[in-house]
């Protein structure tokens, strides 16, 4: 069975720094591209960053780059996203997925974990 759980959330003041976690199971990194997914209230979900373990491949949305990095623990079946100097307009629930490609489309995610909420204080 796969199995996708985030975790790492919190409330964090502007300018500071989180690392969010993505512990999988029932697959390996081979198999999926794992990706990060934002969603703030009232708006569609978003795809911040995914990353192809095994094509050494990762992705950026336009808003993450510069103060996202995403990176895979092949021993530890988890995927990180370390966010630094975070912004309010940071402050979602932020999901981890796994999918067929890193395209930028939620189409492309074919199972997902529970989110963990980031919240970001000015």
């Known amino acids: 069975e796969v199995q996708l759980q985030a975790s790492g959330g919190g409330l964090v003041q502007a300018g500071g720094s989180l690392r969010l976690s993505c512990a999988f199971s029932?697959?390996?990194?081979?198999?999926?591209?794992i990706g990060w997914v934002r969603q703030a209230p009232g708006q569609e979900r978003e795809e911040v960053s995914c990353i192809v373990t095994s094509e050494h491949i990762t992705y950026y949305a336009d808003s993450a780059k510069g103060r996202f990095t995403i990176s895979s623990d092949n021993a530890k079946n988890t995927v990180y996203l370390q966010i630094n100097r975070l912004k309010p307009e940071d402050t979602a629930v932020y999901y981890c997925g796994a999918a067929i490609k890193c395209s930028g489309w939620l189409v492309d995610y074919k199972h997902w974990g529970q989110g963990t909420q980031v919240t970001v204080s000015s």
């Open positions: 029932g697959f390996t990194l081979d198999d999926y591209a």
